[in-house]
């Protein structure tokens, strides 16, 4: 089976019931609720009103086939079985008016007076389930919403402080290549850096801290959480069971043929209600909107260099100036980041990859290498360093 694109997956963990905010839907699973009782009222109110009106036109039809019928010149068991039509018709008239009647009056009623006690309302906030739900959700998730943010915070610090360390080390290495720069600037550069990498060191150590402090606090954040929706999950979970019953009654109503072509319609709608399982359904909403949905927990995310556009032209024309000569042997190098080539003629690697430099770093921060399976090709210099 194909798995998702990244990008769906990632938008997705964002939606997550354990995401801020994200447990509101459960919160109006209750409304909607509410609404579907509504609607089933309403259904079955109209196919209250089908019902009357076919038993009326049964009953004219009846009433005015009968007098005809009589008045004409049949008699005996003929006659008895012409007129049986019209009794029967009678029969299934008063049948259909008393489903009609049933429908509103028994199940209607039921479901309308179940409803007003299963969803009592608390002045000014609506549902008293989704009001108390929403505070406790709200009150459960507070502290490690706020972990997070300040964990947010601390991340983009610690990338920033990884940029402004690359600059320097940029800087230092320029410094360093400039004979004619006095060694007391160099010094200078290079004490910047190692300010700079101090700085990004001591980032870093804070946001390692941040995150083992919402790792910490994520065990007992997700014990309350799961708490609270179980507690959501057992009310839904007795109006799926009551709906169930309630349709089932419903079904016994209209089911009043012996007519083998009805009662197979009959019988592939009973199969279907007695289909219904709450466990499933509540598995299924656990499954697309409660804990059972993928998240993006917290970690470490590593911050990788930039990657200058290798001109190509430009490169070509000064290797022909210069004739530059190939590194004989190569010098082997270890990849520090995954990098997947934009161009044909540039290579690919994971992180951790040994392979050869064959060619020097030129002015824009490019190395032509050699992969172990021989592929040959250019790579950012910024992204390897020498293997051990």
């Not at 991340?155 to 360390?165: D, G, L, N, T």
Request: hydrophobic share 30%; aromatic share 10%; net charge positive.
């Amino acid at each position: 089976m194909a798995s998702l694109p990244k990008e769906l997956l990632e938008d997705a963990k964002k939606q997550s019931f354990w995401m801020p905010g994200n447990y509101v839907r459960t919160v109006h699973r209750t409304e909607r609720s509410f609404q579907a009782c509504s609607d089933i009222v309403a259904c079955f109110t109209e196919r209250a009103r089908v019902e009357r009106q076919y038993a009326q036109q049964l009953s004219q039809w009846g009433s005015k086939w009968k007098s005809i019928v009589e008045s004409r010149p049949l008699y005996g068991s003929l006659m008895r079985a012409w007129q049986c039509f019209f009794t029967s018709t009678e029969r299934l008239s008063a049948l259909h008016s008393s489903i009609s009647q049933a429908l509103v009056e028994e199940e209607g009623g039921r479901v309308k007076t179940w409803q007003k006690e299963i969803f009592p309302k608390k002045i000014f906030c609506g549902f008293k389930e989704s009001h108390n739900n929403n505070t406790s959700f709200s009150r459960a998730q507070k502290p490690w919403s706020k972990k997070l943010m300040k964990l947010e915070k601390t991340r983009v610090a610690y990338h920033k402080s990884c940029q402004r360390e690359q600059t320097a080390l940029d800087k230092e290495k320029q410094a360093n290549e400039n004979s004619e720069m006095s060694p007391e600037k160099k010094q200078k550069i290079t004490e910047a850096r190692e300010k700079v990498t101090g700085e990004k060191q001591e980032i870093r150590d804070r946001y390692e801290k941040m995150l083992e402090d919402v790792s910490t606090y994520t065990p007992r954040y997700m014990e309350e959480m799961e708490a609270i929706f179980e507690e959501s999950q057992e009310e839904e979970r007795k109006r799926i069971s009551f709906l169930k019953q309630a349709f089932l009654s419903i079904h016994r109503h209209l089911d009043i043929t012996n007519n083998e072509s009805v009662k197979a319609v009959y019988s592939e709608l009973h199969q279907t209600l007695m289909a219904i399982e709450e466990q499933e359904d509540l598995k299924w909403w656990k499954n697309h909107h409660g804990p059972g949905m993928p998240t993006d927990w917290p970690r470490i995310n590593e911050w990788v260099p930039p990657v200058k556009k290798l001109n190509r032209k430009k490169r070509d024309q000064k290797i022909k100036r210069e004739n530059r000569p190939v590194m004989i042997g190569g010098v082997k190098v270890q990849a520090m980041y995954d990098y997947v080539g934009e161009e044909g003629d540039e290579l690919s690697f994971r992180a951790g990859e040994v392979f050869l430099k064959v060619e020097e770093e030129d002015d824009q921060g490019w190395c032509r290498g050699v992969l172990s399976g021989g592929r040959e090709g250019f790579y950012p210099a910024n992204y390897v360093g020498v293997a051990e």
